[in-house]
């Protein structure tokens, strides 16, 4: 299974980006599309995911400024960030979570917020 992930960039603090996720299959009824942050320095941290019935879960800090969506005709997972802060510096990774349990990684995309 490969992931494109794509949409990442340098946006000024208080703008907004929209990520991009395609797998090349579909993770099935009962699978999931995660997207992770990995800043420098710190551990790989989920941001948001969502399940393939279209449950949704956030970290705090993407609490109402984030939001995760998948549109199942293109098979891709968005998500959308509002209101950036430099904090939110990072390499983001979407993430194909299989019933199987079986996790495989896309290529990150750099999202650069300045001050």
């Known amino acids: 299974v490969q992931l494109q992930a794509s949409g990442g960039g340098l946006v000024q603090a208080g703008g907004s980006l929209r990520l991009s996720c395609a797998p090349s299959?579909?993770?099935?009824?009962?699978?999931?599309i995660g997207w992770y942050r990995q800043a420098p320095g710190k551990q790989r941290e989920l941001v948001a995911s969502?399940?393939?019935?279209?449950?949704?879960n956030y970290q705090d800090s993407a609490k109402g400024r984030f939001t995760i969506s998948r549109d199942n005709a293109k098979n891709t997972v968005y998500l959308q960030m509002n209101s950036l802060k430099p904090e939110d510096t990072a390499v983001y990774y979407c993430?194909?979570?299989?019933?199987?349990?079986?996790?495989?990684w896309g290529k990150g995309t750099l999202v650069t917020v300045s001050s």
């Open positions: 993430s194909a979570d299989f019933y199987s349990g079986m996790k495989y």
């Open positions: 299959e579909s993770t099935g009824s009962r699978g999931a």
């Open positions: 969502i399940t393939s019935r279209g449950s949704t």
